[in-house]
């Protein structure tokens, strides 16, 4: 029964489509399992000290990984392996292997042995307030999880390269799991340490699953050898500025972390509750595009077909704005009733809820942003060009970075704090300083994602015409959701302390219900090309009819290949 399971999700997934579809299924998945995982962690300790603790231990593991875990990124070694025949491509992932263990391990081992003194730098008033023995024994638990996720990148490759999307998606749903043990089967046991020997569990089940299909590909059937030196070193030499691309996106949370340890107690939880609530469109929405489309995008490059490359692109970009435009605006006003239906439980109280609630808005009005960034991201990485986003990663790392304590000294003047909390309803909730990091945040990834475009649209040109309409309908279709989901919340009734979970659920329900329908019918009046390619994907695959005048598909568009 299991050899036929992962059989079945070893089966390749063809079309740009058909592997969104996978692709957003599996993170929709993986996204209810962490909003799961997030509110056992909010009932059990609340925005309170233990997660502070145990969210800050993750930036310094996490800031290897990408420096590390990048250097064999899908992104470069999925290129890598398309120029190399059946045999070449094992002893290059051999060598990968070998290669990147080494640089991991020696990576992690020598941090954990300066890792108090790095904590205490970072993080001062954490280390006098007493907690600095547990965020260093967390943290040094933690170390192990770069070297297991680098691995499961190098086999995350081979498994993209066959377009078995279903068992690459499966990796992060393995990964909340193994956190989800951490706190339900080890915390009671281990205490505190418990979560973060969950963290390694997850990672090992993140790496382990890929496995056996990789084994069954011909990989791995000896013990690898380094026997590609020069392949490793120049695939090396193309990761580097990616893995500083991504070592920037860390320091910049890392810096926003320091930041918020320096704020009221319970300030990082909140920050990193409402990030992990914003991710949830974002790796629905965005990360499923970008993923989906970049073997496609590699492929076309590799084979001269700049057109197609071009295409693909804005195909992809279309439908992260058709999506996420209107996601944003019902976001912003069903807010409260999202985090309260989410985390709302236990020791996280409506005072929790009301500041999270703010910040998990605030970091959304940047979510078409970060999802267009993902996909030019990786679009720039298809083309061989690493550079960019390097540059606009350092970039946004120092300038929100910069931008974020501005506006924590800003939010200090009175008339700036009265103002903020009446914007934000937050009339008496203590620790709103938080509320600056988040708009700096935001802020500033809307400003790098718009460079980043214009950089695209000079380099290779067509993007800004094929995507015009797709704004322009979306921004309409989220004004619309956004005021109806607004009406339909102000007929019902405003929350109170004494709102029940369903009650709370149920104004939302409707709101949002009525917010997509207006979505839905902007769309439809505006003639919209995606919402008429939705609903045909969608009836098709229902029905499996054929309208009498077919519409393109997104994967038809500027295809010369058969899927």
Same mark, same amino acid.
């Given at each position: 029964? !299991? ?139 933690? #170390? ?12 995350? &490759? ?64 000896? *013990?690898?050898?380094?026997?590609? =030196? ?8 193309? %990761? ?37 609530? !914003? ?44 999506? %996420?435009?209107? *996601? ?17 439980? =236990? ?19 940047? #979510? ?6 993902? #996909? ?19 970039? %946004? ?55 980043? &475009? ?42 109170? #302390? ?7 659920? !149920? ?57």
């Amino acid at each position: 029964m !299991m050899r036929e399971t992962l059989r079945f999700l070893a089966s390749p997934v063809r079309g740009l489509q058909a592997a969104v579809y996978v692709l957003a299924a599996s993170a929709l998945l993986s996204s209810v399992l962490a909003l799961v995982r997030d509110r056992l962690f909010a009932h059990t300790f609340g925005a309170g000290v233990e997660l502070d603790l145990y969210y800050a231990a993750f930036r310094i593991p996490d800031l290897i990984f990408v420096g590390t875990g990048a250097l064999v990124s899908v992104y470069i070694l999925i290129p890598q392996l398309a120029r190399r025949a059946p045999d070449q491509q094992k002893e290059y992932i051999d060598t990968m292997v070998v290669g990147f263990s080494v640089l991991a391990v020696a990576a992690s081992g020598l941090t954990a042995i300066f890792t108090p003194y790095l904590l205490g730098l970072l993080f001062p008033k954490i280390a006098a307030a007493g907690y600095l023995p547990t965020l260093v024994a967390l943290t040094r638990i933690m #170390l192990l999880q770069p070297i297991l996720l680098g691995l499961s990148n190098i086999l995350a &490759a081979i498994t993209q390269a066959r377009n078995r999307y279903a068992l690459y998606s499966l990796s992060p749903i393995l990964y909340n799991f193994g956190i989800i043990a951490g706190l339900v089967f080890l915390y009671p046991y281990f205490g505190i340490v418990g979560l973060a020997w969950g963290v390694v569990l997850g990672a090992a089940l993140h790496f382990g699953v890929q496995i056996p299909s990789v084994v069954g590909d011909g990989f791995f059937r000896s *013990i690898p050898r380094f026997s590609e =030196g020069k392949a490793l070193f120049e695939t090396m030499s193309i %990761s580097i500025p990616r893995a500083m691309a991504l070592s920037m996106n860390q320091v910049t949370f890392l810096g926003l972390t320091i930041l918020a340890s320096a704020l009221t107690q319970g300030s990082i939880a909140v920050f990193t509750f409402a990030y992990n609530l !914003m991710s949830v469109p974002l790796s629905v929405v965005g990360a499923s595009y970008s993923v989906a489309a970049f073997p496609t995008l590699a492929s076309a490059l590799a084979s001269g077909r700049r057109e197609e490359f071009i295409e693909q692109v804005a195909t992809a970009a279309r439908y992260i704005l058709f999506w %996420s435009l209107p *996601i944003v605006g019902i976001i912003v006003v069903l807010r409260a009733h999202i985090v309260r239906v989410v985390l709302g439980s =236990g020791s996280f109280d409506w005072t929790d809820t009301r500041l999270t609630a703010a910040v998990f808005a605030l970091l959304s009005l940047a #979510l078409a942003g970060s999802a267009i960034t993902l #996909l030019l991201t990786r679009a720039y990485y298809a083309a061989g060009r690493t550079l960019v986003p390097f540059f606009i990663a350092t970039a %946004s790392a120092v300038v929100t970075i910069l931008t974020a304590t501005l506006f924590v000294q800003w939010l200090e003047h009175p008339s700036v704090s009265r103002f903020v909390q009446e914007l934000m309803r937050l009339e008496g909730v203590p620790g709103i300083a938080i509320l600056a990091i988040a708009f700096a945040h935001a802020l500033v990834s809307i400003v790098m994602a718009l460079i980043l &475009a214009v950089s695209f649209e000079r380099r290779f040109g067509g993007l800004f015409t094929r995507v015009r309409s797709a704004l322009v309908d979306g921004t309409l279709a989220s004004l619309a959701g956004a005021l109806t989901t607004y009406g339909v919340l102000s007929a019902v009734g405003p929350l109170t #302390l004494s709102s029940t979970l369903l009650s709370v659920f !149920m104004r939302g329900f409707l709101g949002g219900v009525a917010g997509l329908a207006a979505t839905g019918v902007v769309y439809a009046l505006l003639g919209n090309r995606e919402f008429q390619e939705t609903v045909f994907s969608i009836r098709s695959r229902l029905w499996r009819e054929l309208p009498s005048k077919p519409i393109r598909s997104a994967e038809e568009i500027g295809s010369s290949s058969p899927q």
